[in-house]
């Protein structure tokens, strides 16, 4: 009995052996296959799984003014997100009533109660939220660090479960100024922005940087990076936009076309030197007011009007066909060839000079341009051409608008198409166009190309510098040069534009009232009228250019360029003056201080000028300055000896670097947070931020050296 059950268990046990063999070399089998066979598809499913790639953002470079300001820049904001899980729980009940409380004063949207159960239910609901959402508002840097205060929060590694949600916005810390000019961006999915119009658009390639690589592995609930390829922030760009300018212009414009109810203004203010843009303003209506649309100023391409016969009559002086004292009489003013007739505003006219002609605008050019040209008429559009006026400026941002000037060989061509030319009709010619051409009228007869990009920069590296570029030395001869300033002179002195008689300094130009036709109606509808004003000041020494179009302005308030244009003209004169005239007094004082006291007055680190006073065996008294690293020195009363005054460094101000070399400037300023840019040598002279004021990290200072 014994020997039987012994026996059956020993036939159990080896089934069961036998079955767990099987079982074993089944799963070894399976293993084999799946490391073997199928290895790949599994070790990629895991991968996909707890592995994934990011794109990192790179930071895209910033847009600076002419003096270092920032026009544009991307500026981080984060989202705040909680791993409820992560924070201890014997933490969490303490501190989530003063986190929820702290949380409703900072957001001020919700009570208390209402975002402690949100944290509430977030950690102790069906499942740990290991991503909350704290609040849907993003928050500045400057508010994140408030926010690392609070409790919980300011709990050091990942005992605080706070995660964040980093995005850059960009933005122009000038608001509307500029707004058209400096551009658009697009915001793409991966965090990077893409330029779509103006500089924003046409520097896309040196702005937008190129984004890195983040390889992440998920650990505890959470992306944790495991490789790491940095993105290439991008370049930044510095423009010759002036801040002040752009306000002064831009504000004039406005107050102009609300004033008339005009549909759309046009202003630009360049240098007349270099041919710098300094501010360019497009302003048009809106339902919700006047604001920045387009850019008008190189896109839109119309008839000028009268302010073209200042290159008519260049055309008739450089041909020697007429001199500004000669005399011709325009009887009634009303002038009919080819069964067209044009009258004067003000008839009759009787006797004039030529020079009376332009400064008073009359349209009896036409009969100057018939006589000696209906024979030739290629001549005179020859002169245009060589002039340039049928050519785009080349500005480096997009959309600027083909000239159109007609020749004799055009279909279009008709037997009234000269006359019509000669005084702004039959043709189309953008504002910045004819800027281009009375700035090289007011340049002595230099044609400069319009520049509104100066450098692109990686911090204070110069990777591409535009030097202002002539375009062509000589558009006519001096002596037409001359004639053309007197005359442009005598527009406001005796003509058209009496009114801009009295301003702050003397200006020169021509005013333009054209009527704008309609489609295919033309001139036959209810009148609308472009008045435009363009020219130059100071008449006698010309530093700034200017052009002011406004379209569609109220015929009942007026309608005429001198008044509409014009005198947005004056006031940009009167006030861009008075600021260069503060600019040159202060140049003036530091010239004068430098001959009183240079070599006297300089600031340093003080073992330097210890190092080259013993060299050049000059006593120092550094009595006050024993302790001090940075030090001014300046001379004793008698002059025979160096006295070293300490000088104190706070940087999270702008500081003062006049005066020193360019190692310690830039020492201190890049301490500070600042990008530094360098023109000239020697010492500094002339810093672009006004010491003393806040640092903001990341701005842009230029440095002259001399």
């Known amino acids: 009995m014994a020997a039987s059950i012994k026996h059956e268990l020993a036939g159990r046990l080896g089934l069961v052996y036998l079955v767990v063999m099987v079982v074993a070399a089944l799963v070894v089998i399976k293993a084999l296959h799946v490391q073997v066979w199928e290895g790949d598809k599994w070790r990629k499913m895991g991968r996909a799984v707890s592995f994934k790639d990011f794109v990192v953002p790179p930071n895209r470079g910033n847009i600076y003014a002419d003096d270092g300001r920032i026009l544009a820049s991307s500026v981080p904001y984060y989202f705040l997100r909680l791993d409820c899980k992560a924070i201890p729980d014997t933490l969490f009940k303490k501190k989530i009533d003063s986190l929820s409380m702290r949380l409703s004063r900072f ?76 551009g658009y961006v697009n915001e793409a999915e991966d965090g990077t ?12 390639k040196q702005l937008r940087g190129e984004p890195g690589r983040s390889i992440r592995q998920m650990m505890s609930g959470r992306w944790v990076s495991v ?45 007349v030197k270099t041919g710098d843009i300094k501010a360019i303003a497009n302003v048009s209506k809106t339902a919700t007011g006047y604001r920045e649309v387009l850019n008008n100023a190189i896109g839109d391409a119309a008839e000028p009007g009268s302010v073209i016969k200042a290159a008519t009559m260049v055309a008739l002086l450089e041909d020697g066909y007429v001199h500004p004292g000669d005399t011709i009489d325009l009887g009634k003013g009303i002038y009919t060839h080819n069964g067209v007739t044009l009258k004067e505003a003000r008839t009759p006219i009787g ?43 080349g500005i480096e941002l997009a959309g600027e608008a083909d000239p159109y000037i007609k020749y004799p060989t055009d279909k279009t061509w008709s037997g009234v198409t000269l006359r019509w030319m000669s005084f702004g009709y039959e043709l189309q010619i953008t504002p910045l166009q004819v800027l281009a051409f009375y700035n090289a009228l007011a340049n002595d007869g230099k044609r400069m190309k319009p520049r509104i990009v100066k450098e692109i ?26 004639y053309m300033k007197e005359m442009m002179e005598g527009v406001v002195e005796n003509g058209s534009a009496k009114n801009l008689k009295n301003a702050a300094c003397k200006i020169a130009g021509k005013t333009g009232t054209a009527k704008v036709a309609a489609g295919t109606k033309g001139y036959r509808t209810e009148p609308k009228y472009r008045a435009s004003f363009v020219g130059y000041f100071p008449a006698d020494k010309p530093l700034y250019s200017c052009i002011v179009v406004v379209d569609n302005p109220s015929t009942s308030v007026g309608y005429y360029g001198n008044v509409v244009s014009g005198s947005v003209f004056k006031e940009i004169a009167n006030k861009i003056y008075a600021m260069a005239s503060l600019m040159r007094d202060d140049e003036e004082e530091e010239e004068e201080e430098k001959e009183v006291t240079l070599p006297v007055s300089q600031n340093g680190l003080k073992k330097d000028f210890l190092e080259i006073y013993d060299e050049l065996g000059i006593n120092v008294t550094d009595d006050e300055a024993d302790r001090a690293d940075w030090v001014m020195t300046s001379r004793d009363k008698e002059g025979t000896e160096f006295v070293l005054k300490p000088r104190s460094v706070d940087f999270t101000l702008v500081p003062n670097v006049k005066g ?27 810093q672009s931020l006004t010491p003393g004021g806040r640092v903001k990290r990341g701005s842009y200072v230029h440095l002259e050296l001399k």
Not at 160 to 165: N, P, Q, T, V, Y
Not at 352 to 365: A, P, Q
Not at 371 to 379: A, L, M
Not at 666 to 677: C, R
Request: proline letters at 3%; one cysteine or more; glycine letters at 8%.
């Open 107 to 182: 957001f001020k949207d919700a009570p208390a109660s209402d975002y402690r159960k949100k944290l509430w239910n977030g950690k102790y609901g069906a499942k740990p939220n290991r991503y909350l959402l704290v609040n849907k508002r993003k928050i500045s840097y400057t508010e994140l660090m408030e926010v690392k205060k609070f409790p919980i929060f300011r709990e050091r590694g990942t005992k605080s479960g706070l995660i964040l949600e980093r995005v850059n916005e960009r933005l122009q810390p000038h608001e509307n100024l500029a707004r058209r000019t400096i």
């Open 193 to 204: 922005f893409e330029g779509r119009v103006g500089i924003e658009g046409a520097f896309e």
């Open 227 to 271: 490789t790491m390829e940095d993105p290439v922030d991008g370049n930044d760009v510095v423009t010759t936009i002036n801040v002040d300018c752009q306000d002064i212009v831009q504000g004039a414009l406005t107050r102009q076309l609300e004033y008339y109810k005009a549909s759309a203004g046009t202003a630009i203010l360049m240098d």
């Open 351 to 393: 006797k004039v000079t030529v020079k009376e002609i332009f400064e008073r605008s009359l349209n009896g050019i036409t009969e100057l341009v018939y006589e000696h040209y209906r024979q030739q008429p290629e001549k005179f559009v020859n002169r245009w051409y060589a002039m340039g006026l049928n050519k785009k400026v």
């Open 457 to 482: 920069r990686n911090g204070s590296r110069v990777i591409e510098r535009f030097d202002p570029e002539v375009v062509s030395s000589n558009i006519c001869s001096r002596q037409t040069i001359a």
């Open 660 to 686: 020193m070399g360019l190692r310690d400037a830039l020492y201190l300023l890049e301490n500070s947070g600042l990008k530094v840019g360098v023109s000239g040598v020697g010492t500094v002279s002339r």
